[in-house]
Every structure is written in C-alpha cells, then in structure tokens.
C-alpha cells in the first residue's frame, strides 16, 4: 500500500515539471527532443519497443523496459539516462544510477531531488564564465578562419608549385639520363684506348719493381754482412755469445747488463752462428735493435700500435724494448703532435716511385681520367634529381588537410622548452628531444599518419618509431593539433615512459565544425 502511494506521488511530481520559457510537459529526466515519447495518457512503449506499460509505470522507481526508458528520473534502471535541464547553462545527460545519490550532477540540482542533500542551483553562474568562453573561443575561431583560408590558398598555391617543379625535374631527369649514358660510352672507350696504352707499361712497371725488391734484399744482406763484421770482433767467422754480450743495444730488460741468456736469444739459443746462420735467422732480430741504436728506427709513440706490431718478433719472444715509449700521457702526446708528424715524414718511406709514361700515354691516361670524372659528375646530378623527384613525389602523396591548409606547415620546425630539454617539432618530418646540457638529440618519432578520432582525423598527428628505449618500446609522439592564431607547441609531456604528447596549435586546425556544435548544444534549452 505504501509503494503504491509512494509511485503515485513520484508520478505526480514527474509530470509536474515543465520546461522553461515552454509549456511542453515532460516527465522528470526528460529531454526537450525526447518529451513527445511521453504520452500522457495511455500506454508508454519502451524505446526498443519490446514492451508497452500503463503511463503510470514511467518512473515509478521500478524497471519496467530492458532499455532503462521507462524510469529515466529514477535510479531503478541500471542502464536508465537522466537528462538535466540546467536552464541558464548547458543541458547535461548523466547516468540515471546517479540520481539521488548524494552527489549534485545537475547545476540545477535537480538529480537530487529526494532531500538527501540540497543542491544549489548554480546554472546562471557556470553558463555565464560558460558563454563568456565559448564567445572568446567563437573569436578566436573568427580570427583562425581567417587564417586558415590564407594557410589554405598557400598551400593550394604550394601544390600547383610542387607538380610545376615535379615536371621540371621529370624533364630535367630524362636529359641527365641521356648525358650519363653519353658519358659511360666515352668513359668505356677512352679507358680500352688507355688500358691499351698501359698494357706496355704495367709490364714494365712488374719489372720495376722487382728489381728494386731484388735490390732492397741486396742492400739488407749486404748490412747484415756488414753487422756480421762488426759483431765477430775476433775475426773467428763466427758470432758468439761474448760478442753479442759486449754490444750494450742488445740489453733488453735494460738493467745494465747483456746477460748471456738475452744473448742467446739473438743466436737462436746456441752459443755462436755462423755468416749463414746469422743471415738466415739472427739478422731479422738483431736489425730493429741496430736501426734503433743508429736512430734510424724510432718505435711508433701512439698508443694504438704496440711495440709487437712494428717490429720483427722472434719466435722465441725476442723483441726489443718499446712499451715505455708508448706510455707517455695524453697532453704530451698532444705537445708533440707536430714533432711526432715531422718524424713520421722523416722515418716514412717515400711513396713508391712509378714509372712515368711517355707523353702520348700520359695524354691518353689524363683523357681517360676526365672521362672518368665527367661520369661521375653525371651520375651524380642523375642521382641528385632522381632524389628531388622522390622528396616532391612524397610531399604531393601527402595529406595536408581537406583544403591543403596543413601544407604550409611542412619544413618548419617550433621548439618548445621545459626545465632540461628543447622539444623540437618539425609537421610531416619527425619530432626531437633535444637536452639543455649537451647538443645530442633524441628522435621521438618519424611522421606517420593523422590519427585523430573520427569525425576529425586531423585534430592529432602520430610520429612513431623514435630511438629505441632503454629496455622498451620505440619513442613515439603524439601530437594534439587544435585552433590558435599562431603555429606553436603550447606544451609537452612525457604521460607514459618514451610516449611523448605534444599539444601545438594552428590557425589550419579552425575549422567551424566543432565550436559551432557546442554552441547549438548551449542553445538548446536556454
Ligand atoms: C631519456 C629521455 C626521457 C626518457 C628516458 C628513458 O632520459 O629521453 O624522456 O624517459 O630517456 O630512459
């Protein structure tokens, strides 16, 4: 009995709502579009029209429609929609399990109309800050399509540009194509005429240098020779270890002493060698230890060559003494560059000598050169405006925007700087990081593609697959482009680890669509 006498009264105040500045009556939680749905008298069809109930049914605090229809002014059904009028501001749809629960949704209070808590009706405030907004968003968005029809012409203007430049370049390739394979033919034939020309002389060249190998060994043998003089102070014919002992040059651990077993290693463990022997196997180990006493040979100071790489090694371990040389530190290194640079040319061989050609070759070998060099020079100016054509063959694929009003945007970059980096955002080419501390960046993506939600694609740009994370994903950017009246990245932020979002604004983002939506919902019940 006190249910029914409960619904009743519910179903009394239901209908005694009215709308402001109309007389159309409506059941609580009902919306101005929706209020026709309602039919005072009768029976009330659930939306999904699986079932009809007696009027007195409709928010009588119990579900009657699987579609929540029936009680869009009470909580009773779970999926149930509550529709505050909020006169003065924007109407507002909440969930109806949000009725009466303690909480004021509603501006106007009126989701809270059981008593549990008293809401006050701050509607006129809120749709005033709310109207003063949307009227300086309504400016702003005057200005920026203004703006944006410039940015637009601009980039309509850009494209007619592109495709003028692309059939330049395509004309241009064709004749660069041509040239270069002129240019191959006359670089293949003047290289058979100097191949021919040279055949004479790459034999003489063999010969050449054979023979100065065969002399270099004959000078090598002749100063062992002679080292072998000079070590066989006895005159016995051979060398011993006495005599090896008395050269001071030989004392590798430089203690002060030759000492019989540093000796030895020098004769290959015996006690003496013969001229032959010496020759043959002793003279190899022996030679970087005269050369460096006769200051002929200065072991390299550079910490990448050791002394085991410059010098013969014996295979019993003989080498000579090197290491200190290389352990000079670094500001001395630095102080003696242009001494060491000096040595170098001096200790250097000399570039291999060559055997110069009579005139007439050197003129065929000067004009296969050229030939040459021409080639290049072609190949390379193919190759530079095949590139162009790719980079405008891109730029034209690309979408700037439904008006090409984005187009203009493409080779500028905005920076953006927090506390520890400069954020730098270049549109269509790819987003960086670039630390205050040092010049070194961090890519945070490579453009990819529009990645707005529909209906607006072009409210946010993706740049994806950036330097790679320390043990994570690729970098990546998203950036959130919205109206402004001038190109700018009006903040950054890194919301999760290596995902980074920027927020940049453009006048090509003014678009109409979006603002003018809000405004019509502002109107709907004021
Ligand atoms: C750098 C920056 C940061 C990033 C870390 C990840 O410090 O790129 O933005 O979070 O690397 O290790």
């Not at 159309?24 to 699986?50: K, Q």
């Not at 790489?309 to 290194?333: K, L, R």
Request: net charge negative.
């Amino acid at each position: 009995m006190n249910l029914i006498k409960e619904s009743l009264f519910l179903n009394i105040f239901t209908i005694s709502v009215l709308t402001a500045g109309s007389e159309i009556i409506r059941p609580r939680g009902v919306s101005l579009s929706r209020a026709g749905l309602y039919a005072f008298e009768g029976n009330f069809t659930c939306f999904d029209g699986a079932k009809s109930i007696p009027f007195t049914q409709v928010n009588d605090d119990y579900c009657d429609c699987v579609d929540g229809s029936d009680e869009p002014g009470t909580s009773a059904c779970p999926n149930g929609i509550f529709h505050c009028v909020n006169a003065g501001h924007r109407p507002l749809n909440i969930p109806s399990s949000r009725v009466n629960d303690g909480v004021c949704d509603c501006c106007d209070g009126a989701d809270e109309y059981a008593g549990r808590v008293s809401c006050t009706n701050n509607c006129l405030e809120l749709g005033k800050t709310a109207r003063e907004e949307a009227q300086k968003q309504a400016e702003l968005l005057k200005v920026g399509k203004q703006l944006r029809q410039e940015l637009s012409q601009q980039g309509l203007k850009l494209k007619e540009v592109k495709n003028q430049k692309l059939s330049d370049l395509k004309r241009n390739r064709d004749e660069a194509e041509s040239i270069k394979a002129e240019k191959e033919q006359l670089k293949k034939q003047a290289e058979e005429v100097e191949e021919k020309a040279l055949e004479y002389y790459r034999e003489l060249e063999k010969e050449y240098k054979n023979k100065k190998a065969e002399k270099e060994a004959e000078k090598d043998r002749n100063e062992a020779m002679e080292e072998f003089k000079k070590l066989d102070i006895n005159q016995d014919g051979v060398v011993d270890v006495g005599e090896i002992q008395s050269r001071a040059s030989f004392d590798r651990d430089r203690n002060g002493e030759v000492s019989e077993e540093e000796a030895k290693l020098f004769l290959g463990s015996q006690e003496s060698v013969d001229l032959n022997t010496f020759l043959e196997k002793s003279w190899r180990l022996i030679k970087p230890f005269i050369m460096m006493d006769s200051g002929m040979y200065k072991p390299p100071v550079s910490n990448e060559q050791s002394g085991d790489d410059v010098v013969a090694q014996d295979d019993e371990g003989v080498e000579p003494e090197v290491a200190e040389a290389t352990e000079q530190d670094d500001d001395e290194d630095e102080e003696n560059e242009e001494e060491k640079e000096e040595e170098k040319e001096e200790t250097e061989p000399p570039t291999e000598e060559r055997v110069s050609y009579d005139e007439e070759t050197q003129k065929l070998v000067d004009e296969a050169t050229e030939a040459r060099n021409q080639f290049t020079q072609a190949d390379t100016n193919l190759r530079t405006i095949e590139n162009e054509i790719k980079s405008i063959e891109e730029s034209l694929t690309r979408d700037f925007g439904s008006e090409e009003e984005f187009a203009t945007l493409e080779g500028n970059c905005f920076d953006y700087e927090d506390r520890e980096y400069v954020y730098r955002f270049c549109p269509f080419d790819k987003t960086l990081q670039i630390p205050k501390s040092s010049s070194s960046e961090t890519r945070l993506g490579k453009w990819k593609s529009w990645s707005g939600p529909e209906p607006d694609p072009y409210s946010e740009m993706l740049y994806d697959g950036g330097q790679s994370c320390w043990n994570g994903p690729q970098r990546s950017t998203k950036v959130k482009v919205s109206c402004g009246t001038e190109n700018k990245v009006t903040s950054v932020a890194e919301p999760n680890r290596c995902e980074y979002h920027f927020d940049f604004s453009t006048p090509a983002a003014c678009r109409a669509k979006g603002a003018d939506s809000e405004n019509q919902d502002l109107h709907d019940e004021l």
